[in-house]
């Protein structure tokens, strides 16, 4: 798929968004960082490739996400080097060459500065920090592409540049923007400016607990279910879901102390607004992947359109399969996705992006699209998605890709788990086989790993993830 927003989508859009910018004073702060921005134009140098996810709340309560750091691997390429608080699984990087195709590149251990997510931070020290100089300083160009575009991303790339005096663009929207993008209140906004606030469900935010409370006691009188959320968590982590007739049984004093558990579970500190919303009851979450480049540098591509995996009452997300929805929502979708991608991309967001939504109602029939929420950043569906369009000519085949996790893979080798899936396992060297792994470093700890299971029908990719890969592993 490679579908691009139009000249007049881009027009509009740009001017749905300016009175937000203008608000929240992008044009001067972007100008603190652009020494360090990308022009879009293609880099030869080496490209450091930093997952730092420290930025992003919560995220300690995903099993082995420390490890998660590694997957920037399958972003870098020949010349690169890619960097983590832990060593690469025994083996990985031989089947990543071998296996996968993938050309060479160079792993770089960081020292954990303070708490293990902090690898920016991590990358300007010791060994690590004089590794990355030496090599930008004899390569005389270099350039990071980092897992979201924070400020501690934007901050090495100065100290580097400072140091080697070699200029360090960055493949990410400078911080300003990224949190507009990531940022689920601002993101609203933006929705609601290019599209109108029909494409959002009903939103409300606050910033006491009385307040939350009112909107909640208000919200569960229309809709089934209600839901709390903070602004800048990922995979649901930041959600609370209430059950509108429980509420309603409730005192004031009552709801205010779901509030509170809610507030304190998630650490709130006072100076953040909590959002307050409809829950709205379906089964279908689709997300839309998009690349962002630099206006000058053409408009929004948007990559593909995919059915998230969602588990539990929060809907935590484990994975993705492309969408198998109607062609008539697929269109609905993608239409609405570069549209708010052209508004980012006029507030000056460059990269990888994702927007997540609710399909409300029948797709098969009458339907409405809800934006829920903006990734600005790589994730759980771009990843696989990117690494296929690597290794795969032509359109990407059916596949599911998510995380396998099971107690009884804890303590194994990936090597054996590569064994027993025998020629099933995909290699290049032959163009043959269905299962690609990768994120394999909370293996050993906690029995996780990520696979692509491909398929020559939808059906068949499913059913290999979920039924024949179990089995091959004796599960």
Excluded at 139 to 165: C, D, K, N, Y
Excluded at 313 to 341: I, T
Excluded at 391 to 398: A, F
Aim: hydrophobic content about 40%; aromatic content about 8%; overall charge negative.
């Amino acid at each position: 798929m490679d579908l691009r927003a139009s000249a007049a989508v881009r027009k509009k859009a740009s001017a749905a968004v300016r009175p937000l910018a203008e608000r929240l004073e992008l044009e001067s702060g972007l100008r603190e960082f652009e020494a360090e921005r990308w022009d879009g134009r293609p880099i030869r140098s080496p490209v450091l490739h930093v997952d730092d996810f420290s930025a992003i709340p919560f995220l300690v309560d995903i099993t082995g996400v420390e490890e998660y750091q590694h997957r920037s691997r399958l972003r870098a390429g020949a010349g690169d080097l890619y960097v983590a608080v832990t060593e690469p699984t025994a083996g990985y990087e031989e089947y990543c060459c071998e296996r996968l195709g993938l050309e060479p590149v160079e792993f770089l251990r960081a020292e954990p500065r303070g708490k293990p997510m902090y690898l920016a931070g991590a990358c300007g020290e010791g060994e690590t920090w004089k590794h990355i100089t030496d090599t930008a300083r004899q390569s005389g160009q270099f350039a990071i592409h980092p897992f979201m575009g924070i400020e501690e991303v934007w901050e090495l790339a100065r100290r580097i540049a400072e140091v080697t005096q070699v200029p360090v663009p960055v493949f990410a929207p400078p911080p300003p923007v990224t949190w507009v993008a990531n940022d689920k209140a601002l993101f609203s906004e933006v929705v609601e400016l290019v599209l109108g606030s029909e494409w959002l469900v009903e939103t409300h935010s606050a910033d006491s607990v009385s307040r939350l409370g009112q909107i909640l006691s208000d919200l569960s009188g229309r809709h089934s279910r209600v839901a709390l959320k903070r602004l800048r968590c990922a995979s649901a982590m930041g959600n609370s879901v209430f059950e509108s007739a429980e509420l309603r049984q409730l005192s004031p004093p009552g709801v205010e102390a779901e509030v509170q558990a809610f507030l304190q579970r998630t650490e709130w500190q006072g100076n953040e607004t909590v959002l307050a919303v409809a829950w709205e009851d379906t089964d279908h979450s689709p997300s839309t992947q998009l690349w962002i480049p630099p206006p000058e540098q053409g408009a929004p591509r948007l990559d593909g359109i995919y059915e998230q995996i969602l588990q539990g009452r929060r809907r935590v997300f484990v994975g993705s399969r492309p969408s198998m929805l109607p062609e008539r929502v697929n269109r609905g979708l993608a239409a609405a996705s570069l549209a708010v991608a052209s508004g980012l991309q006029a507030m000056g967001y460059v990269g990888r992006c994702s927007f997540d939504f609710l399909v409300v109602g029948d797709p098969e029939a009458d339907f409405e699209l809800h934006f829920t929420e903006c990734n600005g950043r790589w994730g759980g569906t771009s990843t696989p998605m990117s690494l296929l369009d690597r290794l795969l000519t032509g359109p990407r085949p059916p596949y599911r890709a998510r995380d396998f996790v099971h107690p009884d893979l804890v303590g194994a080798s990936f090597a054996e788990l590569l064994d027993r899936v025998g020629e099933r396992a995909w290699d290049s060297r032959t163009g043959r086989g269905q299962f690609l792994f990768y994120n394999t470093g909370p293996l050993h700890g906690f029995g996780k790993l990520d696979v692509i299971a491909l398929g020559s029908t939808q059906v068949e990719a499913d059913a290999a993830l979920e039924e024949e890969l179990p089995r091959l592993w004796g599960l």
